[in-house]
């Protein structure tokens, strides 16, 4: 019986101890697996200061950051016409076209807030730009513009969320270690500002034109809600990015 007692005990060590290797091996192979941290870097911004002449639009010679393989060009664009609804067609960077991520108005409209991404990473055209034209191509018109350029490093090239809304407010549900990208337009308004999130570029762009451009981040998987102080109500956009493993 004695013998019998001892194999059972020594059968549970056994057990106990395959189970504790098990999990530390899945452990370790998830560190393994988890992505580095995405670098979010504000490089270069843009503001046409009121109404230029159109359809289209070029900021010239804007920073894009440093070389980097997994990198990304997110643009935060706002705009603006007098009483004329019109519709941003295509954004270049160094003359290859930019993809739109999101917008608040899906129709022609009067103004606007929109991002829009290009990679840049190795095997892409700009992976060694580090400066580059921006054009905006507009259906038409005279427009005033602002954006804000972000260098973004180490995410994935598809949001995993995107928003817009109207008012004094935006939530999105950012991943664990991801960020977030936010822009804004409040057309009714020069006085304002954006909290709970980093204010990357403020501007007063002509009468009436306020544009914001922001990012935040995320440790832990939750809602980021950007709240807008002015007396106007703000269309807002943004995207959520999650940390990306090597492409």
């Known amino acids: 019986m004695q013998n019998r007692s001892r194999s059972a005990v020594w059968i549970a060590v056994a057990l106990v101890l395959a189970a504790l290797a ?3 091996a899945i452990i370790g192979f998830q560190k393994l697996r988890r992505a580095p ?3 979010v870097l504000a490089v270069s911004s843009f503001n046409t200061g009121g109404l230029v002449a159109g359809p289209r639009v ?4 804007k920073n894009l950051g440093a070389v980097a393989a997994n990198r990304d060009i997110w643009l935060e664009i706002s705009w603006k016409f007098f009483s004329e609804l019109r519709t941003l067609n295509s954004v270049t ?3 290859v076209p930019a993809r739109r991520m999101v917008r608040n108005k899906d129709v022609p409209a009067a103004a606007n807030s929109e991002i829009w991404m290009i990679s840049a990473g190795s095997g892409d055209k700009l992976e060694n730009t580090t400066s580059a034209d921006i054009g905006f191509n507009f259906d038409g018109g005279n427009p005033a513009v602002t954006m804000q350029i972000y260098s973004v490093v180490g995410a994935s090239e598809t949001a995993v969320a995107t928003a ?3 008012g004094s407010s935006i939530s999105i549900t950012v991943p664990s270690d991801g960020v977030a ?3 804004l337009i409040a057309s009714g308004t020069t006085s304002g500002s ?6 990357d570029f403020r501007a007063l762009c002509g009468k009436d034109f306020l544009g914001i451009h922001a990012s935040g981040s995320s440790p832990s998987a939750e ?3 950007a709240t807008f102080s002015g007396s106007a109500a703000a269309d807002f956009a943004a995207v959520a990015l999650q940390p990306a493993l090597a492409r």
């Open 22 to 24: 098990i999990t530390a």
């Open 37 to 39: 941290p995405i670098n």
């Open 58 to 61: 070029e900021a010239p010679s």
């Open 93 to 95: 960077v160094g003359g």
């Open 164 to 166: 817009a809304e109207s």
């Open 181 to 183: 990208l936010i822009s």
């Open 194 to 199: 954006l909290s709970n999130v980093t204010r």
């Open 223 to 225: 809602s980021v809600t």
